[in-house]
């Protein structure tokens, strides 16, 4: 009788061929996935506000009829209606959402990702005046067209 070939072993180095291609493809992906993590978490405690140049700013502290509320409301409720006072200054503006009445700035438009207050000539041209919200993560980043009321 012959002698008979010996069988090959290729199963294990297929498979382990596999699992080098799957740990370089997946390494970097769950290593930008947990930066990115790790940026907003890091990001949303450094979070600061400056209002644009470009454009008029909410004057500090106006005048209101409208009672003001016991806390401030979180920047991202702002939406498209609401009615807003800056208790800040000029260069730091805190604003307050507020029932709209006379002396308040009425948010026209909210422009989400963007810093440029001079979006608000083009977007909303009745705005009187601008806010923005410059965060460390841009996506974050927002422009509140204004318009005195």
């Avoid at 993590?37 to 470009?54: C, E, K, L, M």
């Avoid at 939406?79 to 000029?90: L, P, Q, R, S």
């Avoid at 810093?115 to 705005?127: F, H, K, N, V």
Wanted: with cysteine.
């Amino acid at each position: 009788m012959p002698p008979v070939a010996p069988v090959k072993k290729t199963g294990g180095k297929v498979a382990l061929i596999i699992t080098l291609v799957l740990l370089l493809v997946l390494c970097p992906c769950l290593g930008l996935a947990g930066w990115a993590v790790w940026r907003v978490a890091d990001a949303s405690g450094d979070a600061t506000r400056t209002p644009a140049t470009s454009a008029p700013v909410v004057p500090p502290a106006l005048p209101s009829d409208a009672p003001p509320s016991a806390a401030p409301t979180p920047d991202d409720e702002f939406a498209k209606g609401d009615c807003v006072v800056n208790d800040g200054t000029e260069d730091d503006a805190e604003l307050r959402k507020v029932p709209c009445g006379p002396n308040t700035y009425q948010v026209l438009l909210r422009i989400p990702a963007t810093t440029d207050g001079d979006r608000c000539e083009t977007l909303a041209p009745q705005a009187t005046a601008n806010y923005v919200h410059d965060n460390s993560v841009d996506l974050f980043d927002y422009v509140l067209c204004l318009k005195k009321r």
